[in-house]
């Protein structure tokens, strides 16, 4: 079976902390694509992030970074100096070469406070 | 190309009518997703086109659901006989190949009273 767990339903930090959101997969597949999506209060969901699951090398964008380990099933996400603007619903999705379709978790809702 | 269209955006309709919404993908994306979220939850896939082919459909896909996607350019996503649990917003997505990242538009916000 191919899942995502998003287990922080909610997380609420103060401007300038660190946070780290978590995502765990679960797919048989040895080809599979990972992604992360940031759904703003606007609703539209907005594209972070793709890896591949040959490619464990962690990434970092500005504020932004991930980490990928294959042993752990995980691909996690922190933001760095979090800033109100950075308030929204954050989503993980996998996809896999034996399926067309983006599976997602259930999203993590974070608040930034002022 | 300014992205995923999808008209209407909101759409407020009486149970057991029939409701259009329609997408309109990246022009040069041959992969179209429909998916439909409710509040709280994540994304939940629906159908998916290759150009025109319907390659895949999800058992959330009942009966009175169907897509289409003529010529491989728009698609539309039709309910019939609406129900109150039809209420979501329904989200449609693009992309050139797969493992891409699929880009969504703003969605459709349903509203079945």
């Known amino acids: 079976a191919q899942k995502v767990t998003q287990a922080q339903t909610e997380i609420s930090v103060v401007e300038k902390e660190d946070v780290t959101l978590d995502c765990v997969y679960e797919?048989?597949?040895?080809?599979?694509?990972l992604f992360w999506y940031k759904q703003p209060p606007s609703g539209e969901l907005v594209f972070l992030i793709r890896?591949?699951?040959?490619?464990?090398q962690n990434e970092i964008s500005g504020r932004y970074s991930w980490n990928f380990q294959k042993s752990t099933s995980s691909f996690n996400f922190t933001i760095t100096a979090s800033q109100v603007v950075d308030s929204a619903v954050y989503f993980c999705?996998?996809?896999?070469?034996?399926?067309?379709?983006?599976?997602f978790g259930s999203g993590t809702r974070l608040l930034v406070r002022p | 190309d300014t992205g995923v269209s999808q008209n209407p955006r909101h759409k407020i309709t009486k149970r057991g009518q029939n409701v259009t919404f329609r997408c309109d993908p990246i022009?040069?994306?041959?992969?179209l997703y429909w998916y439909r979220q409710t509040l709280g939850q994540g994304p939940e896939f629906l159908t998916y086109?290759?150009?025109?082919?319907?390659?895949?459909k999800s058992r959330l896909l009942s009966d009175r659901f169907s897509a289409e996607r003529p010529k491989g350019s728009f698609s539309t996503l039709e309910i019939q006989r609406t129900e109150q649990g039809d209420s979501a917003m329904y989200l449609c997505?693009?992309?050139?190949?797969?493992?891409?990242?699929?880009?969504f538009g703003q969605g459709t916000r349903l509203t079945v009273v």
């Open positions: 997505a693009s992309s050139w190949d797969l493992g891409d990242e699929a880009f």
């Open positions: 797919t048989r597949d040895t080809t599979y694509y």
């Open positions: 890896r591949n699951s040959f490619d464990e």
């Open positions: 999705a996998l996809t896999m070469d034996s399926s067309y379709k983006l599976i």
């Open positions: 022009s040069e994306h041959n992969r």
């Open positions: 086109f290759q150009n025109e082919a319907q390659l895949e």
